[in-house]
């Protein structure tokens, strides 16, 4: 249950520039730069050249020492040399001026990186349409990827003027974290659950990422995503792709990103809106204070910290098989995991006694683990039956799932990194739901910060 060892090459072949807009914020020193420098720390690694750039003038020391910070730990070969070479270069990157200067500074087929919101994301790249790109420049994008499907769409377009769709990243941290990788493996290399994967064994299935951080000082972006589409709409619909798609022919970003956009493009609600959908906001709880009094919070806006979604991916695997995706923050419990249900058998020989229970399989997505729940006689007295658990810890991977798409996009390898129909279509699947939402039609209900969430839900723990 290995992924393929070119996903494990921690090697950056020929030395890129990476320019980084929006360098001087949160998102790139929390997440991109410590998992650059994950990937950095790795044996056969070579350096990177990085050119930070944005509108706050910094000063070269404290940049410098802001890389240094994010890469943290004694530093590689690799790592020191990438300090080295690093600059901060400060401007208006909506300015065709200050780009064409960037980019000449930058030299041969850099890697743009926008570690900003989709609005100003998109601002640059109308600017890019008037800067002639150098020949192999990769262009890659954090999450949210436009804010609904209409706005995907035009980006799409509009970034389909300047480089080939394989040339474009759209970053989602999840599709380079172990666990989700290794549905792969446990799927496609797997005598004992691959014939089973299907709506014949399957009774339900939930996909749960509940955390119990709050808002970590990032209110501004939060309460105009909220739970749905900070993490639903993104991370958990591509983590269900890769647990329902059929099996790619080859591992090749070609064939694996079809497979994944062919089980989204089957994917939608499980019911209407009302019976498929669930939202909620918390109060004040164990020393939290309430999400409509964080700082930087508009309590009318209505933004939910835990949401639920039930889907179904109608083909001829899955059909009739609720997928239940749900999120939320500040909960009791950080339960991050992917539980399949399978069905009971139809029979059971007469003096068997107890637990009729199907199996149940949950793959632990941080950390990475496994554990199967099996029947087995005697576990509650002689000749009844009760559940044993099958467990197995995944290995974790030195780089960090950030790192892990880096090492994608640095090698030009698009095979983690998002296509941009698949980008649009996640979008198509939550806006039945957020329609519904913002007409009042599915309540908002309130948990207590601490607590595990609403009961009654499909999900609850
Ligand atoms: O557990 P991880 O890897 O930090 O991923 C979860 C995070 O993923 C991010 O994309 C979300 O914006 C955060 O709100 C969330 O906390």
């Known amino acids: 249950m290995r992924f393929p060892s070119a996903w494990l090459d921690l090697s950056v072949s020929n030395q890129r520039t990476v320019v980084i807009f929006g360098a001087s914020g949160d998102l790139s ?11 950095l720390a790795g044996p056969r690694a070579t350096s990177v050249r990085i050119i930070g750039t944005g509108r706050s003038p910094l000063a070269a ?13 004694d530093l590689s070969d690799a790592a020191a040399e990438t300090l080295a070479t690093t600059q901060y270069v400060a401007g208006d990157p909506t300015d065709a001026t200050h780009l064409r200067a960037l980019l000449a500074l930058a030299g041969p087929a850099p890697v743009l990186y926008f570690s900003l919101p989709p609005a100003v994301a998109t601002a640059i790249v109308e600017t890019l349409q008037s800067v002639d790109l150098a020949e192999g420049t990769e262009l890659a994008f954090e999450k949210p990827f436009g804010t609904d499907a209409a706005s995907a769409a035009a980006l799409n377009k509009l970034v389909g003027t300047l480089v080939p769709e394989e040339n474009v990243h759209r970053v989602d941290h999840f599709l380079g974290r172990t666990a989700v990788l290794n549905l ?13 994967w299907n709506a014949e064994h399957i009774e339900s299935i939930e996909i749960v990422y509940d955390e119990t951080l709050g808002l970590e000082g990032r209110a501004q972006y939060y309460d105009n995503a909220g739970a749905l589409v ?12 890769l647990l329902a798609m059929d099996a790619p022919a080859t591992m090749d970003a070609v064939e694996v990103r079809s497979e994944m956009a062919r089980a989204l493009r089957s994917t939608h609600l499980y019911g209407s809106p009302v019976e498929a959908s669930r939202r909620a906001r918390y109060t004040a709880g164990g020393g939290v204070p309430s999400y409509a009094e964080e700082a930087g919070v508009d309590p009318g806006r209505e933004t939910e910290t835990l949401a639920e ?18 999120s939320g923050k500040a909960l009791g419990v950080a339960r991050k995991e992917i539980v399949i249900k399978f069905k009971p058998l139809r029979h059971l020989p007469s003096g068997l006694h107890g637990g009729r229970d199907g199996e149940t399989l949950r793959i632990g997505l941080n950390p990475g683990e496994l554990s199967l729940s099996v029947p087995a006689l005697g576990v509650d007295g002689p000749y009844t039956m009760g559940q044993v658990f099958l467990d197995a810890t995944l290995p974790t991977s030195p780089v960090l799932p950030y790192g ?20 649009e279509r996640c979008w198509e699947i939550v806006e039945p739901a957020l329609d519904a939402w913002r ?10 910060a601490g607590s595990n969430g609403p009961s009654r839900w499909r999900a609850a723990s």
């Open 309 to 326: 979604l039930t889907v179904e991916v109608d083909t001829n695997r899955w059909a009739g098989v609720p997928i239940t995706l749900r």
């Open 439 to 448: 007409t009042g039609e599915v309540p908002l209900e309130e948990y207590e």
């Open 184 to 196: 792969i493996g446990l799927r496609f290399a797997n005598r004992l659950f691959e014939p089973v």
């Open 404 to 423: 892990e798409v880096l090492n994608g996009i640095l090698r030009g390898d698009p095979l983690l990194s998002v296509r941009g129909d698949v980008a």
């Open 29 to 39: 020193s929390r997440l991109l730069l410590p998992g650059l420098g994950s990937l």
């Open 230 to 241: 900070d993490m639903i709409q993104s991370h958990l619909l591509l983590v269900l792709a």
């Open 61 to 73: 020391d404290e940049w410098t020492s802001r890389v240094r910070s994010a890469f943290g730990g």
